[in-house]
């Protein structure tokens, strides 16, 4: 099994905080730092370069006023990497292409922008192969998934009028063309892409695909090993946000940090049902449905399908 090592070290000082964060594979043998970075702009700018072939983003503490500490994520949704070989690399190929059919036991979860995603893997073993990876390392949850979702709402760059609230937010590969775009390949991948697969955070860094292409599984609340459904009560069939859905959701489960935005303004809808295994984003067909606060609710956490994938988080 291929072993990451995800480093954050704090040092208090009279004036400020500094933190260090180091990420390290098998295959990378001087680990990048980010230098002295404020708590509230963790710069992880070198962190995609550690490993060459890996990419890892760290979202900011508090990010999107959701009061998380500073977590690392998937730069890219995860691709299914072949470990058979110990000394095989990302660069040497060993990337599954299509991302289909792709046996668990034999792969594990990797951040690159080449390949299509990991898919057809149902929410108990995405959230197995992250933990996979080693000791923090998990299924992106909810929580989490909101603080990058209201972050990316908070930065003029990811709105297509160019201000917050300015147009509407990027909502990636959707086959909607005002707010999103539509891909020639399904899903979409590679380096060179559309702009609106991007997202930029406070801190500059850059995600893709939290808005389309495919949905994504989602730990509801991550406190506890395995994959945690979120609310089955709530009445089949999609809700234009910021409806509530039922009395199970909390309005930071799934809303706007703005509390008002609707698909009109990119954010996608939510889609109750009595499943309760939630995933995020929308997909590449799902038009005006798809965006980064999009939630689904309808699937079970044993479904799987070409169009269902995951990212890992590292807590440090």
Sequence with gaps: MRTFIILITILLTSSCNVETLVLENRNQGTP????????????????????????????????GGMGLDAFAVMKYEAKAFND??????????????????????????VSTADNQPWRNIDA?????????LGANYHLISNPEWMAI???????????TGGTEGSGCLFR???????????????PD???GRNARAKHVLSNAEEIYDIAGNIYEWTDWDGDTVGFQLGPTSCATGWLELPAVACGAL????????????????????????????????????????????????????????????????YRP
Excluded: K
């Excluded at 990636?172 to 399904?186: F, H, K, L, Q, V």
């Excluded at 309005?251 to 009595?274: I, W």
């Excluded at 997909?283 to 399908?305: C, I, K, Q, R, V």
């Design 32 to 63: 990048a730092t980010s230098g002295g970075a404020s708590p509230s702009t963790l710069d992880a700018s070198t962190l995609g370069a550690a490993p060459a072939d890996e990419e890892w983003i760290v979202v900011p503490a508090n990010a």
């Design 84 to 109: 058979a070989n110990t000394n095989s690399t990302i660069d040497g190929g060993e990337v599954d292409a299509v991302g289909t059919g792709v046996a668990t036991g034999t792969h594990v979860p």
């Design 124 to 132: 108990n073993d995405s959230a197995a192969e992250c933990e996979s």
């Design 149 to 159: 979702a209201r972050e990316v709402e908070m930065q003029d760059a990811n709105w």
């Design 172 to 186: 990636g590969n959707s086959a909607e063309t005002t707010c999103g775009y539509n891909s020639a390949t399904d």
């Design 189 to 191: 991948s590679g380096t």
């Design 250 to 313: 909390a309005d930071a489960d799934y809303n706007s940090n703005n509390g008002a935005y609707t698909a009109t303004e990119g954010v996608g809808r939510l889609y109750g049902g009595s499943g309760g295994a939630a995933l995020r984003g929308g997909h590449w067909s799902h038009y005006t449905s798809a965006g980064a606060f999009a939630l689904h609710l309808l699937n079970s956490p044993t479904d799987a399908n070409a169009d269902l994938g995951f990212r890992c988080v």
